[in-house]
């Protein structure tokens, strides 16, 4: 950032609505808190009204606070990102990456595709975890890069999304089961109790609300794993169980009219997608099969 005061002080505002309080600002920044909390100060000084207030133990911004901030944010990313390109023209010196996701994408989707780039010089760490987590960790700048099996509710103002991948949801059982059908007496696995998979899958194949799951396992491997074994149907990404259908240990119980699909999207904050190193990622990332 430059060294005049006033963008300083912008940069630490921004880090501190993004992230929801100073603590963790400081420590994206690499400020101590009562640094940042003079930045927060002195923008508060000159715009004559506060920017943020107390709510429950940590802060939230006034109405002040959320119309500076849109004000600012493209053009403090802008400047960001053109001194994120002058520092290097390699992908290798500029810290790591944070890539974010459902254990399975990063499993098939992610950790294959990053070898090239760690040959290049980038460093990478991966988090686990659902759409609606994600989301807010990469608008708190926890993360740079998500994998989202969820879009609904997004704020896409805020967020950059760019199409990946369609999954399609197949309902699978023990090879030999019987083909299912609604109303007979089946056991179900679920990833959570809720099961939107299954939820979606059974709403538009004929509905109504799946079974309750007789067993969770909050990881689909660990899912497919007991319907394998037995434990009950599951419905799942297509992805997750094509080899072990090949492999006659499972068979897919029921073929829809059309096929349930979801869309799986790869996200960032707006305004960070132009940056070389987010850029790398996105492009790894879109070569799935």
């Not at 068979?251 to 190193?277: D, F, K």
Request: overall charge neutral; glycine content about 8%; charged content about 25%.
């Amino acid at each position: 950032m430059s060294s005049r005061p006033e963008l300083v002080a912008l940069r630490s505002f921004l880090s501190v609505y993004r992230t929801g309080g100073v603590a963790r600002a400081a420590e994206a920044l690499g400020l101590s808190q009562p640094a940042v909390s003079r930045h927060l100060k002195a923008i508060e000084e000159s715009v004559g009204r506060p920017l943020f207030r107390r709510a429950g133990r940590g802060i939230a911004p006034t109405e002040a606070g959320h119309s500076l901030a849109a004000e600012v944010a493209e053009h403090i990313d802008a400047l960001e990102g053109a001194l994120d390109g002058l520092r290097s023209a390699t992908l290798s010196g500029a810290g790591p990456v944070f890539v974010g996701a459902p254990v399975d994408l990063l499993e098939r989707f992610v950790v294959p595709r990053m070898p090239p780039l760690l040959a290049e010089g980038l460093t990478v760490r991966c988090r686990v975890g659902l759409s609606p987590d994600l989301v807010n960790a990469v608008l708190r700048d926890e993360i740079d890069v998500a994998l989202l099996t969820k879009i609904e509710g997004v704020p896409t103002r805020r967020m950059y999304l760019v199409p990946l991948l369609e999954e399609r949801f197949l309902l699978v059982g023990p090879a030999g089961e019987e083909p299912y059908a609604p109303g007979r007496e089946r056991r179900f696995v679920g990833y959570t109790e809720d099961m939107p998979m299954a939820r979606r899958y059974f709403r538009e194949c004929w509905a109504v609300r799946p079974p309750t799951p007789a067993l969770i396992v909050n990881d689909f491997r660990a899912v497919v794993a007991a319907v394998i074994a037995g434990a009950g149907l599951t419905v799942v990404p297509h992805y997750l169980v094509e080899e072990h259908i090949a492999a006659g240990r499972l068979a897919v119980l029921h073929e829809p009219p059309q096929p349930v699909v979801n869309s799986v999207h790869i996200g960032t904050r707006r305004g960070r997608e132009h940056l070389p190193r987010i850029r790398a990622v996105f492009g790894a990332l879109s070569t799935v099969d």
